[in-house]
């Protein structure tokens, strides 16, 4: 898509080009004097300029993302007002679709800023609570095992980039330790990895008889914007 961007813009530059100086030409055959032509034309774009200082702001914007190469089709990135994976890029306007479904079209002229979730790598964050009387060292154990376990199976190749860390402890509060797991994952596979690794550590606690109390709301240490390389 971005060859087909960049080859249609300069199809147009050079469009505009062959057929002005064809005109042009014509002209000065047939013995038209065009000096008033190109002064009135030269009016008329500065007029023109003006009332299209957005449509150009928009069209200039979309070269520089494109030529870049800021973002692409299947991107996950924010850019501002939306958070969702691109399905077009034009030179006018970008497509998004939200995580809701919702289809947003955002004019290339009004992106200031893109996080690009999808270029290298995301940190996939999983904050795990446990009893305030569990042995913590057990608890490290048995997260070290399950990480080790995943960076063996293939099963989770398409997802994890290296073997999940334990991190320590995030918080403490009345009844529970709230520890961290961090992990490398494939950018759009980086929800799918933190679900999978509170899957397999809530499994490996049952087994061992580690409780994993419930806590408010308040009490759960906010989730981090995934970090990108």
Excluded: C
Aim: aromatic share 6%; charged share 20%.
């Amino acid at each position: 898509q971005r060859a087909a961007a960049i080859g249609s813009l300069l199809s147009s530059v050079i469009a505009i080009t062959v057929w002005g100086t064809a005109i042009v030409v014509v002209l000065e055959i047939i013995g038209v004097d065009i000096a008033p032509l190109l002064a009135s034309a030269g009016v008329i774009g500065v007029i023109l300029g003006f009332g299209a200082q957005t449509l150009i702001k928009d069209y200039l914007s979309g070269i520089f993302i494109i030529l870049e190469d800021q973002f692409g089709v299947g991107d996950i990135v924010d850019v501002g007002p939306v958070v969702g994976t691109v399905e077009e890029v034009s030179l006018r306007f970008t497509r998004l679709r939200d995580m809701s479904g919702v289809v947003w079209y955002v004019r290339n002229g009004e992106i200031l800023r893109v996080a690009n979730r999808s270029q290298g790598w995301t940190l996939a964050i999983v904050d795990i609570p446990v009893d305030y009387d569990s042995d913590l060292d057990r608890v490290r154990d048995l997260i070290e095992k399950v990480a080790i376990d995943m960076d063996e199976d293939p099963t989770y190749d398409d997802m994890l980039l290296g073997q999940p860390q334990f991190a320590g402890v995030e918080s403490m509060s009345g009844n529970a330790v709230v520890v961290r797991v961090t992990a490398k994952a494939v950018p759009e596979m980086q929800v799918q990895l933190v679900r999978t690794i509170r899957e397999r550590i809530k499994l490996a606690f049952d087994r061992a008889g580690i409780i994993v109390p419930v806590l408010p709301p308040q009490q759960m240490t906010p989730p981090m914007e995934p970090r990108r390389q």
